[in-house]
């Protein structure tokens, strides 16, 4: 069984059933959901058909990809570091789709025990690593991210999983879950990499947080008040702009600045930019200028995909891609924050978070931002002692 849901409005989920077409595509083959069987398919193949979806076109049938992050440092430039053994897209056409009324679920909390995360050590050697490289001038801003691995205390199934998460309070505009057999993308993301609207491209990069309580509004003004936290935001709206006018000619505006969003637990600021289109734009090309968000790259974007690969040194796949939904005229993709991958008959997820690290940056503020992203997801999922 392979199904995707989306988060339709705050009364409602998208439920997309039926796969027709259901591909994990890699460097020199692709393998096939629906058969089980893997067939040769070079990735340029793949990458040419996106060439033929226009972000303006109305689908016929609704479709979803999922973008792991590694074809990112495919697409600029950067292939060479990228094995034929990593999943780099998935393709999903559905046959059926129903907006319907917020699942009632009969899970109450998701039990996790934590199995490995990075240490305090390792974050502090790997943080410095980047203070070095921005003392150097080889960079303005790194995201540095890891991976939270857990365990459930007792085998769940996915459909149950899936209703009781979109049944949660505070699950973001661009939360979505995909099952495919028995591994499941899970995915509460408050972050757009992109929106198509009436011939306008929309994106909404998101740049620092907060842990927040009651009086969120005094937590907001002291945000506001951040010289670090404008910084990190304004390099990124930066990047943002000169990312969407290689969509079109340099017109992109911004047209919010500190804009306060809140997700369970914490507060954020973003901006919002646009850019009009005026001819006809390729999947393929959208790709290549925006993905994967400069929110969790950081700036310059190649050169920081690299010191990525050298810091962190392991795989982010599905964390920190996008998940893009076409239907009808609709193009709409996520950045895949808050975001796990899971197996459900192994019983075992991987969450990553992290966050921008600047020359303003310290690492025991950086290192318990990390953990309060770790524990939004937690607290929404009603993980005991979150």
């Not at 390792?122 to 070095?132: G, N, V």
């Not at 205390?153 to 979505?176: C, K, M, N, Q, T």
């Not at 899970?186 to 972050?191: F, T, V």
Request: charged share 25%.
């Amino acid at each position: 069984m392979i199904t995707s849901t989306f988060k339709w409005n705050r009364d409602a989920v998208l439920e997309l059933s039926e796969a027709s077409v259901a591909y994990v595509y890699y460097r020199e083959h692709r393998f096939n959901l629906l058969t089980g069987f893997p067939e040769a398919y070079p990735l340029e193949n793949f990458l040419t058909s996106l060439e033929l979806v226009t972000i303006q076109e109305k689908v016929k049938r609704p479709r979803v990809y999922h973008f792991y992050y590694e074809l990112g440092l495919i697409l600029m430039g950067l292939g060479h570091t990228v094995g034929p053994e990593l999943p780099l897209a998935i393709e999903l056409e559905f046959g059926r789709k129903r907006i319907k009324a917020l699942p009632k679920s009969r899970l109450k909390q998701v039990h996790l025990r934590s199995i490995e995360r990075p240490s305090w050590s390792e974050y502090k050697l790997a943080f410095h690593r980047i203070q070095d490289h921005l003392l150097d001038g080889n960079c303005y801003q790194v995201n540095l991210t890891y991976p939270f691995d857990f365990e459930t205390e007792a085998l769940i199934d996915p459909r149950d999983l899936s209703d009781f998460f979109f049944s949660r309070p505070g699950v973001s505009a661009y939360a979505h879950g995909t099952f495919l057999g028995d591994e499941m993308i899970l995915s509460n993301s408050p972050e757009c990499l992109f929106q198509y609207d009436r011939n306008r491209m929309l994106t909404m990069p998101i740049k620092g947080t907060r842990r927040v309580g009651k009086n969120w509004r005094k937590e907001w003004q002291e945000m506001l008040g951040d010289v670090k936290e404008e910084g990190e935001l304004t390099m990124i709206t930066d990047l943002l702009r000169n990312d969407l006018n290689r969509l079109e000619r340099p017109r992109a505006k911004v047209l919010k600045e500190r804009a306060c969003l809140r997700v369970p637990g914490l507060l954020h600021q973003c901006s919002v930019l646009a850019v009009d289109l005026e001819r006809p734009l390729g999947l393929r090309r959208t790709l290549e200028c925006l993905f994967p968000g400069g929110s969790v790259t950081g700036a310059p974007k190649k050169r920081v995909m690299q010191i990525i690969q050298e810091v962190e040194r392991y795989q982010r796949g599905i964390y920190c891609g996008s998940t893009l939904l076409c239907l009808g005229e609709r193009k709409s993709a996520s950045i895949n924050i808050r975001t796990a991958s899971l197996s459900a008959s192994d019983r075992l997820w991987r969450y990553g978070a992290g966050g921008g690290i600047t020359l303003l940056s310290r690492p025991v503020q950086e290192f318990q931002e990390m953990e309060n992203k770790v524990s939004s997801f937690l607290t929404l999922l009603g993980t005991p002692g979150y």
